[in-house]
């Protein structure tokens, strides 16, 4: 790929936000009710491709079922709130009612909490008990301490997520997470993640995950490009890691990894245009921040916003737009890509000629700037 002269001394690649690029549709249209947006990895199928991002605002154990009841997947954050503390609706509430300017010393005050074992296996229990595949996340850094409680309470799916996980984390001070050991010795799908490049991704294909999580910092509660200058566009990091996918297809002998893009999709377009660029499923935020069932009640934060040391997110003001149902499902009273998030999926490809996700990932796009 082409190189762009930065400076004498340092040449870039030009990359592409989702914003920067359109759906061309083919020759051929389908009724959106021939479509089917359902999405399966490992043995757990889902009727729509959309996974809940673990974060206090978004799920608890009881919008974990709700997603799980309506298509979705919803993934419960095992290093928040429902696990430092017994009952966290009143700081959920005085997390709402936070100055702008204070909010980010108090919830770092509040999550300063430890985190009780005990409450990883009931919450993970709640879940289960509702018959709704179940997911839970920790991150690389308390995998390794916390684990077990997550296995023995008999998780569906594990996630390991953090703003960048690496196959090959160096460290001087402790031993690292060894993902390849660790995935191979567990008997359930593993997903990880960020990444955002061809190499990472292929190196974290080779730990034996069953998913991969695209992107860092892109969501809209976080401030890593701010603070930490790291930023990758999402079209062009979903198209690399999906080139690393096809090419680990190959060199594996036919193990296929899903590749789910994580963070920056506000709106129904951006999911669609994600997937196009190659995702199997999308991991999002924002969008179901706005339910009216939604633990944050209008308001959006994630673990980044915490961070003792340097926090790298906000408290962020989203507002409600309808219930979890009418964001997923609808019907919409918005113009605005902001609520029956599936329906429009199912029309664009519809549009396009396109029956299945496998088929739409092979859909043309243009860079079409705004």
Partial sequence: MAQVEIGLGKNGRRAYELDEIGIVPARRTRDPEEVSIAWQIDAYRFETPLVVSPM???????????????????????????????????????????????????????????IQEELIGRRIEEIRQAGVTTAA??????????????????????VIRGTTVSAEHVSGRAEPLN?????????????????????????????GAAGVLVGFGGGSGHTTRSVLGVAVPMA?????????????????????????????????????????????????????????????AGYHWGSEAHHSELPRGERVEVGTAGTLREILHGPASTSDGSMNLMGALRRTMATSGYTDLKEFQRVEVVVAPH
């Fill in 56 to 114: 206090d605002s978004v799920v608890s154990p009881k919008t974990a079922v709700a997603v799980g009841e309506l298509g979705g997947l919803g993934v419960l954050d095992l290093e928040g709130l429902w696990t430092r503390y017994e009952d966290p609706e009143p700081l959920l509430a005085e997390i709402r009612e936070l100055d702008t300017v204070a909010a980010t010393k108090r919830l770092q005050e509040i999550y300063a909490a430890p």
């Fill in 137 to 158: 996340r920790l991150s690389p850094q308390r995998t390794a301490q916390y684990h077990k409680a997550v296995i023995d309470a008999g998780v569906d799916i594990f």
């Fill in 179 to 207: 993902l390849k050991q660790f995935i191979y010795d567990l008997d359930i799908p593993v997903v990880v993640g960020g990444c955002a490049t061809y190499t990472a991704a292929l190196h974290l294909m080779r730990t």
């Fill in 236 to 296: 062009s990091a979903v198209g690399d890691v999906a080139a690393a996918r096809r090419d680990y297809l190959d060199e594996s002998g036919g193990r296929y990894v899903h590749v789910i893009a994580d963070g920056g999709m506000t709106r129904s377009g951006d999911i669609a245009k994600a997937l196009a660029c190659g995702a199997d499923a999308v991991m999002v935020g924002s969008p179901l921040a706005r339910a009216a069932e939604a633990p944050g």
